[in-house]
């Protein structure tokens, strides 16, 4: 079965920091990019970043740039984003998704994604 | 960044309706487009790929279609299950923007 298990979210302060990991299985991992979207309460999905399958290329969102860094372990399975300089608008639930096509570099369309795991940055 | 303009936003329809949503793109994205239903509490699920291919498993009441950077989502006939929040998504290029959403409400 193809599954994406998103972990590590929690409660943390403003300026704080988390890191989330994302498990994949039933799939050859690195012929995939892959991306994060979040989505806040009562919101819709924002793009966060996306990975190539090699790891090779990362990009993201304006919001996050700077302060958020993707990286992947191929030997894993797992996808891992590092979040620095948290803010209370980083609030949300942080979800991994896997692109469709294994010809898409990047990004595309997502046809598999994790449960979501809840980041809350509060004082 | 391409910006991408859904409506309505909320929709407000029966069983059985014909029901269709729509995405704007700001600037041209090809075909690359994408349809998600979310319902509450759970992850985005894809419907639409490539703005008409029908993602495996997905009823085929649910189609899509495109006319230059306008793009359509269209529920045939809709069914109970079917009342949800639809997203669009553009990916053309590196960067990926979401449409702000469609939640289709029992009328």
């Known amino acids: 079965e193809v599954q994406l298990v998103e972990s590590g979210g929690g409660l943390v302060q403003p300026g704080g920091s988390l890191r989330l990991s994302c498990a994949a299985s039933?799939?050859?991992?690195?012929?995939?990019?892959m991306s994060w979207v979040r989505q806040a309460p009562g919101k819709g999905l924002e793009w966060v970043s996306s990975?190539?399958?090699?790891?090779?290329?990362?990009y993201y969102a304006d919001s996050v740039k700077g302060r958020f860094t993707f990286s992947r372990d191929n030997s894993k399975n797992t996808l891992y984003v590092q979040m620095n300089s948290l803010r209370v608008e980083d609030t949300a639930v942080y979800y991994c998704?896997?692109?469709?096509?294994?010809?898409?570099?990047?990004?595309?369309?997502?046809?598999?994604w994790g449960q979501g795991t809840v980041v809350t940055v509060s004082s | 960044d391409i910006q991408m303009t859904q409506s309505p936003s909320t929709l407000s329809a029966s069983v059985g309706d014909r029901v269709t949503i729509t995405c704007r793109a700001s600037?041209?994205?090809?075909?690359?487009l994408a349809w998600y239903q979310q319902k509450p509490g759970k992850a985005p699920e894809l419907l639409i790929y490539?703005?008409?291919l029908l993602q495996s498993g997905v009823p085929s009441r649910f189609s899509g279609s495109e006319s230059g950077t306008e793009f359509t989502l269209t529920i045939s006939s809709l069914q109970p299950d079917d009342f949800a929040t639809y997203y669009c998504?553009?990916?053309?290029?590196?960067?990926?923007?979401f449409g702000g959403g469609t939640k289709v409400e029992i009328k």
């Open positions: 998704a896997k692109v469709r096509s294994m010809t898409s570099v990047t990004s595309g369309a997502f046809d598999i």
């Open positions: 039933g799939f050859t991992f690195s012929s995939y990019a």
């Open positions: 990975i190539s399958g090699g790891g090779g290329g990362t």
């Open positions: 600037q041209s994205i090809s075909s690359w």
């Open positions: 490539k703005a008409s």
């Open positions: 998504q553009q990916y053309n290029g590196y960067l990926v923007t």
